[in-house]
Antibody, heavy 121, light 111 residues
């Protein structure tokens, strides 16, 4: 059974960088699929942030591309998200997920349970 | 405001059937057969219930079914059970940005 688990600080100060890691179990990232991040701000809809393939190829939402970096560590079977220059608008539940394509157009098939990140001083 | 429109809430009694709609446009739901549905219980990971409009992943109960007509996709749950009470989300591919987009979610209450 594929499982994903997000981890990282729950509180980030404005203008700083949000950093999250997703640990994958039950499947080797090196075996394929795309691994990405999705977020949901309070009272708002889900938004795809970006994805990465085990080779390091990345795909980002153009609306966030200038601030987002996704990386992968196949030796630890995990991948990470960095979002720079955060503001209160970046407060959200962040999910990691697996998809068949870089932009997950068929919809992710496995998700983590999500982690709330609050941007506040 | 979400890209795909879902009703905020629906309800039904045990044993009944309910349908949740997901309305998009001719650039997403109406154009591609890449509609998925997810079930999310509080504090749990979203679970993939339907993919490609009407297909069920292995292990998903056949009480869950999906369909599409024009720009609206639908998730039907038959024989409602207490454990079906959850939030349900739809997703679709959009040609406008070539990305995945989501609905705002529907809270299902089993009375």
């Amino acid at each position: 059974q594929v499982q994903l688990q997000e981890s990282g600080p729950g509180l980030v100060k404005p203008s700083e960088t949000l950093s999250l890691t997703c640990a994958v179990s039950g499947y080797s990232i090196s075996s394929g699929y795309y691994w990405g991040w999705i977020r949901q701000p309070p009272e708002k809809g889900l938004e795809w942030i970006g994805s990465i393939y085990h080779t390091g190829s990345t795909y980002y939402n153009p609306s966030l591309e200038s601030r987002v970096t996704i990386s992968v560590d196949t030796s630890k079977n995990q991948f990470s998200l960095k979002l720079s220059s955060v503001t209160a608008a970046d407060t959200a539940v962040y999910y990691c997920a697996r998809g068949e394509t870089g932009t997950m157009v068929r919809g992710p098939d496995y998700w983590g349970q999500g982690t709330l990140v609050t941007v506040s001083s | 405001q979400s890209a795909l429109t879902q009703p905020a809430s629906v309800s039904g009694s045990p044993g009944q059937s309910i349908t949740i709609s997901c309305t998009g446009t001719s650039s997403d739901v109406g154009f591609y057969n890449y509609v998925s549905w997810y079930q999310r219980h509080p504090g749990k990971a979203p679970k993939h219930m339907i993919y490609d409009v009407s297909n069920r992943p292995s292990g998903v109960s056949n009480r869950f079914s999906g369909s599409k007509s024009g720009n609206t996709a639908s998730l039907t749950i038959s024989g409602l059970q207490a454990e079906d009470e959850a939030e349900y989300y739809c997703s679709s591919h959009t040609s406008i940005t070539n990305l995945v987009i989501f609905g705002g979610g529907t809270k299902l209450t089993v009375l």
